[in-house]
């Protein structure tokens, strides 16, 4: 395709903001009760690394990977594909997300014991994700049938990912962050695009993923002291 | 002459609510008259729901099945086209064009020895927004298409100055996407009354005014407005009947919605 320039978002939108929300209606009634138990590993991920993180690491990372590789599967490569034929491509991204999640609960590659700014960023960052998102479409007038629910939807565990990622440190955390990010920008976009204002959601939590990176780098390059 | 567009309208996935209202607004452009439905292997569900539509109202006879393909693969190009047929549930299309000039030489090709085959009644290319209007122009010229489709409305008018006026003398139709500007024109007018003076043209509402001035160039064949509600459709098809606006009042209507 050539005059790339002259193209503009709304160009590459397939479908109506109606279709895309009736898409999380009928998704949320095709899993329903399966919110109840994919929230309560979201709260047990935010009390294993409140309070047990060290023992109870390699878990929180294997929830993680089983609900990426869930939402992957049942939401995008299942439902997304049948409006945005996209999704096919990034699905199995999501899959190798879950993948890099796996590695880093088999090789116990994460380790949570961050303090300071960066961490208080990373439980509001997994907080919001968790209980904070599926707030949005009541609040939008759309009503609790849309709401988009951690290891249900895509834009909430990826928020709550990079919460995860925040709290931790490890090798491979440098590997685990692009992906949740690059869903947010693209999540972002979108919602943009059909002019929903919950678009600053996802894009929040990249920005916010992004401030906390680089306070990181900055804070272990000793420009400033500890946090 | 008034057609369907399915771009994002007809997009609805698996949606069983969503598909029967497509299927509702075929029945009632049906029903008005209608007869070209376009839509493209771009536009996501767009094709099996226009086949659904098409099998609950018993594959109406006066369909014009106007299909695309779209494809950097000039090998993947028949594969897709024989898909497309499948999700539409007819025995050939009417027409197939290459969308968004994608590939154009190898496809032209395949389409008119499907055409020379039988395959397919009609072969044509299409571009939108003003893109590429230099080589809209030479295939126009060079290549014995039936059809070119391109985006053309009130505040659009670049294909007045050579693309319409070479399709009147080459003898192609036209198809005209985009006539509201994706809803972008129709919602910045709904809340401006209708001039006085749009009555003797025997409008009610701005897409009928707009779809006038589309339809009333000589040259145009149809324009294919997409809709997700009923009383749309009946209101765009409407647009195609009673009295056209002449040259004096097309600009008197372009100059109007300008300077709103």
């Known amino acids: 395709m050539s005059e790339w320039w002259t193209y503009r978002a709304e160009d590459f939108l397939l479908f109506s903001p109606r279709v895309y929300w009736r898409m999380f209606e009928s998704h949320n009634a095709a899993l329903w009760p399966l919110h109840v138990v994919t929230l309560a590993a979201g709260l047990l991920i935010i009390l294993l690394i409140a309070w047990r993180p060290g023992v109870f690491a390699r878990w929180i990372a294997l929830i993680l990977a089983v609900l990426w590789i869930f939402v992957g599967w049942s939401f995008l490569w299942n439902r997304y594909t049948t409006v945005n034929w996209a999704a096919a491509y990034i699905a199995p991204a999501f899959a190798v997300e879950g993948g890099l999640l796996l590695i880093s609960a088999l090789r116990d590659g994460l380790a949570f014991d961050r303090r300071g700014p960066v961490a208080w960023t990373g439980y509001l960052t997994l907080v919001f994700g968790i209980a904070g998102q599926p707030l949005l479409a009541p609040l939008q007038g759309r009503g609790w049938t849309s709401s988009e629910v951690f290891g249900i939807a895509p834009d909430p565990t990826a928020i709550a990912t990079l919460g995860v990622l925040l709290l931790a440190r490890g090798g491979l955390v440098p590997w685990l962050l692009p992906i949740p990010l690059l869903w947010c920008l693209l999540s972002g976009m979108t919602l943009r695009t059909m002019g929903e204002p919950q678009a600053w959601a996802p894009y929040a939590a990249v920005a916010l993923t992004a401030a906390a990176w680089i306070w990181t780098i900055i804070r272990q390059r000793g420009s400033l002291p500890a946090a | 002459m008034v057609g369907l567009g399915t771009w994002i309208t007809f997009n609805v996935g698996n949606d069983p609510g969503l598909r029967d209202e497509c299927a509702d607004v075929m029945a009632a452009f049906?029903?008005?008259?209608?007869?070209?439905?376009?839509?493209?292997?771009?536009?996501?569900?767009?094709?099996?729901?226009?086949?659904?539509?098409?099998?609950?109202?018993?594959?109406?006879?006066?369909?014009?099945?106007?299909?695309?393909?779209?494809?950097?693969?000039?090998?993947?190009?028949?594969?897709?086209?024989?898909?497309?047929?499948?999700?539409?549930?007819?025995?050939?299309?009417?027409?197939?064009?290459?969308?968004?000039?994608?590939?154009?030489?190898?496809?032209?090709?395949?389409?008119?020895?499907?055409?020379?085959?039988?395959?397919?009644?009609?072969?044509?290319?299409?571009?939108?927004?003003?893109?590429?209007?230099?080589?809209?122009?030479?295939?126009?010229?060079?290549?014995?298409?039936?059809?070119?489709?391109?985006?053309?409305?009130?505040?659009?008018?670049?294909?007045?100055?050579?693309?319409?006026?070479?399709?009147?003398?080459?003898?192609?139709?036209?198809?005209?996407?985009?006539?509201?500007?994706?809803?972008e024109l129709t919602n910045r007018l709904k809340n401006k009354p209708l001039p006085e003076w749009a009555a003797e043209l025997g409008v009610s509402s701005w897409a009928q005014l707009l779809l006038k001035f589309i339809l009333s160039h000589p040259a145009v064949t149809v324009a294919i407005p997409a809709t997700t509600r009923v009383d749309h459709v009946r209101e765009n098809l409407s647009a195609a009947a009673g009295s056209m606006p002449d040259l004096a009042t097309r600009q008197r209507i372009s100059a109007h919605v300008k300077a709103l």
């Open chain 2, 30 to 183: 049906f029903e008005g008259g209608g007869r070209m439905i376009d839509s493209s292997p771009m536009y996501g569900s767009s094709q099996p729901v226009v086949g659904y539509g098409l099998q609950k109202l018993g594959r109406p006879p006066a369909l014009f099945s106007a299909e695309k393909v779209w494809t950097s693969s000039a090998t993947a190009g028949p594969a897709q086209i024989e898909q497309s047929r499948r999700f539409w549930g007819v025995p050939k299309f009417d027409l197939v064009q290459v969308h968004n000039l994608l590939a154009w030489k190898a496809h032209l090709q395949t389409l008119l020895q499907m055409k020379a085959a039988g395959t397919v009644r009609y072969v044509g290319i299409t571009t939108s927004e003003g893109r590429r209007h230099d080589l809209v122009e030479q295939i126009m010229r060079n290549e014995p298409i039936d059809f070119v489709q391109f985006s053309y409305n009130v505040v659009d008018r670049d294909a007045e100055a050579r693309l319409l006026p070479l399709a009147a003398e080459r003898g192609i139709a036209v198809i005209v996407n985009r006539p509201f500007r994706q809803g």
